[in-house]
Nanobody
Framework: QVQLVESGGGLVQAGGSLTLSCVAS????????MAWYRQAPGKQREFVAA???????NYADSVKGRFTIARDNAKNTVYLRMNSLKPEDTAVYYC???????????WGQGTQVTVSS
């Protein structure tokens, strides 16, 4: 089992910044990629960004150039630095970790990000 605990969400004005953190604990040997997803009210959960243990990154087009995903393997922590936030970035942000070699994902409980206009 892997536990993912997010923190860092909050209320920010448009144009502002926030940094989310996600700490993984438990059987962390079973995961490689760590990612962030988000779900806005009335919408499906969508991919935001991902990073491998080798620090290869991938971003959704909607956040490229504004968000940065980073990882501290020694601390089992993944970060999402969000700059130039827009009201449409408002969502619950979830940390995600697919299990290596298995069709299963671990999810955190989510952290709310609200961007006011």
């Amino acid at each position: 089992q892997v536990q993912l605990v997010e923190s860092g969400g909050g209320l920010v004005q448009a144009g502002g910044s926030l940094t989310l953190s996600c700490v993984a604990s438990g059987s962390i040997f079973s995961i490689n990629v760590m990612a962030w997803y988000r779900q806005a009210p009335g919408k499906q959960r969508e991919f935001v960004a991902a990073i491998t243990s080798g620090i290869t990154t991938n971003y959704a087009d909607s956040v490229k150039g504004r968000f940065t995903i980073a990882r501290d393997n020694a601390k089992n922590t993944v970060y999402l630095r969000m700059n130039s936030l827009k009201p449409e970035d408002t969502a619950v942000y979830y940390c995600n970790a697919p299990v290596v070699g298995a069709p299963f994902n671990y999810w955190g409980q989510g952290t709310q990000v609200t961007v006011s206009s």
